[in-house]
Nanobody, 126 residues
């Protein structure tokens, strides 16, 4: 059974950094689209960054220039390096994987992703 397991969340002060990791196990192939989403209390889940096979990366405007997504396809892993963190980055962060290509990977719609992790909490304090 496919599982995505995230790690690396925690609490930091404004301006700090964290690196999230996600390992997808029991995939018989490399999922083309992998990414990160986040959900703050009382808000909808939103896309943060996605990567199409690691060759193409896409970011939400709110994190562009501060966050970097990367992949290790041999390990079916995806990472999110988060720098210059702000209190508004506080949320539960979820790893996701899907079979979509191109524009559907760019769009970062949660409904397009078939596989999800349980989430890892990121707290950024002032």
């Amino acid at each position: 059974q496919v599982q995505l397991v995230e790690s690396g969340g925690g609490s930091v002060q404004t301006g700090g950094s964290l690196k999230l990791s996600c390992v997808a196990s029991d995939f018989s192939y490399t999922p083309p689209c992998m990414g990160w989403f986040r959900q703050a209390p009382g808000k909808e889940r939103e896309g943060v960054a996605t990567s199409l096979y690691g060759d193409n990366t896409y970011y939400a405007a709110s994190v562009k220039g501060r966050f970097t997504i990367s992949r290790n396809n041999t390990k079916n892993s995806v990472y999110l390096r988060m720098n210059s963190l702000k209190p508004e980055d506080t949320a539960m962060y979820y790893c996701a994987a899907g079979n979509q290509w191109g524009a559907q990977c760019v769009a970062m719609r949660p409904s397009d992703f078939g596989y999800w992790g349980q989430g890892t909490q990121v707290n950024v304090s002032t």
